[in-house]
């Protein structure tokens, strides 16, 4: 398999590039930054993909947090819309597979289910509707096509500067600096490795899944409260961790209850093992048997 990977410094991005540098079944691997390349300009796009010809492009690109899609709005709509729509048709141009990262938050959190990949998405800021939009642009640009829905990702920081530390790797920091922690409890979601991740868009890739959404995060749910007790625990860092109800200082709405859920071909196996398993790995805990 010949990649072109967009977005390489990002979170994602970082991991998603080891991943396939790793991996045997990919040949060859073009991985191009923010610095090389800008997903909204539709000439950089097209040559790029042209002079690769990849048989897929991995974009992990985007506009993220979802406050600052809401300051910026006509930004996450060139980087999470328009950027995505290049990168769907110069795909189809040249035969390759298109591979669009998308979010839990195309969905409004109302529900008490997890999400399946037919449920209705109702996204409630920039953030999701920009991401929403994102993904009808992939569809529409190229009848193959991968939808990866995400949430709540932790892995190895970016290598960008610009781009966020995780959340499991920010509490860590903030914990372990003494700092008191405040953390919400009442927005639950599934928490995701991205190697795990990363692991699976190879996967789903290398055995030609059915163009569609597929939702890739780890087994199970939790909230960002405790999601980061099972972190400090993890790490033997004993610091004071309040629950909070819904804190947000920040102007975009999130949905609260996100977990997603839906079947996975059976060779995609690494993603299904339980979030906590994905955590124990990443930060390294040994657990007896
Ligand atoms: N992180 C999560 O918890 C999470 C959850 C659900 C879904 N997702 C999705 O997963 C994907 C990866 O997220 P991430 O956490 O890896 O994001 P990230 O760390 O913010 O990385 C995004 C990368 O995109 C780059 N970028 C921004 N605008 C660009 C442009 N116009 N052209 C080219 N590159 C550009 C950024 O570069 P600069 O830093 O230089 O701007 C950054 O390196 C995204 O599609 C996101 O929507 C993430």
Redesign the pocket.
Known sequence: MRILL?????????TMRATAAADPRVTSMVA????E?????REQVRRAVREVRPDACV???????ADLCDQEAERAY???TL?PRWVSQSCAEVGAVPV??????VFDGQGTRAYRPDDLPRPVQT?GIT?LA?EHETRLGSDRHLIA??????GPP???????A??VDRVAAAAAAGNDLKIVDNVVMSP?F?GDLATTVLDLLHHGADSGVYHVVNQGSTSWYRLCVAVLERLGIDAQVTPVEEQFTTTAPRPHHTPLAGELPEFARRIRRPWEAALDEYLGVRRAG
């Not at 967009?6 to 970082?14: Q, V």
């Not at 390349?37 to 300009?41: F, L, P």
């Open positions: 967009l977005g390489c410094e990002g979170l994602l991005g970082t191009l930054g923010h610095g390349i800008d997903i909204t300009d974009n992990t690109a985007a506009l993220m947090p060139a980087v999470n950027g669009y990262i998308s979010t839990d938050f953030y991401k994102g829905r995400t949430a709540c990702l932790f970016p290598v960008s500067p610009t781009a966020r995780s959340f995701t991205t």
